[in-house]
């Protein structure tokens, strides 16, 4: 019997200490997404919480090209991701390319932080997006050489993931068996213990 997007939210949900942010506990990466559009003023939403992450020496280094499904943008972002990404991703509504600018603006010097920072820009889009039910799921599969020449990117900008963004659906639109038994298995994450340390390699004692 297939397995429905109420079932699978369930089964993906985080498990975790208490009073641990609810869109935190929520979001995971789907696959299966729905050709609902997500509105303009939604999208909106989601980048002005990027556009309050923290950044060094308040760079705010991001970038974000944005293709809407049958945009020129969305099909060149298509054309270059991995034929294990494009079997889903062409299905969500809309297809992100994060951008990273890796010299300061003021000074011309290197920004050694400018990925670091991309990626708390992210981090805050997509809880963002969680909270208005806004399913998400980033890929670093894809052509970044193909993606810079296609998108025109200019050499200054290291470029971060591919995001599908959109609604979720059923698993069983996913084109194959592997990727619906990939999206309906449940999540699994380390121990704190292994990567949260007093000196190294030694676990923090935290509870």
Same mark, same amino acid.
């Given at each position: 019997m297939p397995i429905s997007t109420i079932q699978v939210n369930q089964l993906k949900r985080a498990s975790t200490v208490d009073d641990v942010l609810?869109? =935190?506990? &929520? @979001?995971?990466?789907?696959?299966? #997404?729905?050709? @609902? $559009?997500?509105?303009?003023?939604?999208l909106a939403k989601? #980048? &002005? %919480? %990027? @556009?309050?992450? !923290?950044? *060094?020496? /308040? &760079?705010? !280094?991001? *970038?974000?090209?944005?293709?809407?499904?049958? *945009?020129?943008? #969305? /099909?060149? =972002?298509?054309?270059? +991701?991995? $034929? #294990? /990404?494009?079997?889903? %991703?062409?299905? %969500?509504?809309?297809? +992100? +390319?994060? +951008?990273?600018?890796?010299r300061f603006a003021r000074s011309g010097k290197p920004n050694e932080y400018a990925l670091y920072d991309l990626g708390a820009a992210t981090g805050f889009l997509i809880l963002q997006a969680t909270a208005l039910g806004i399913a998400t799921h980033q890929m670093g599969g894809f052509d970044h050489n193909a993606a810079r020449r296609v998108l025109e990117i200019p050499e200054e900008f290291a470029l971060g993931s591919v995001m599908a963004l959109g609604y979720q659906d059923e698993p069983s639109t996913l084109p194959n068996e592997k990727l619906i038994e990939t999206e309906t298995s449940p999540r699994s994450r380390k121990a704190l213990s292994e990567f949260v340390f007093t000196s190294w390699g030694e676990p923090a004692l935290l509870r």
């Open positions: 609810p869109v =935190i506990v &929520e @979001r995971w990466s789907p696959r299966a #997404f729905s050709p @609902r $559009e997500v509105s303009a003023s939604d989601v #980048f &002005e %919480a %990027a @556009r309050w992450a !923290p950044s *060094s020496s /308040n &760079e705010q !280094p991001w *970038s974000y090209l944005v293709g809407l499904r049958d *945009s020129p943008t #969305f /099909n060149k =972002i298509v054309s270059t +991701l991995v $034929e #294990f /990404n494009q079997a889903w %991703a062409p299905k %969500a509504p809309v297809l +992100l +390319l994060g +951008l990273a600018r890796t």
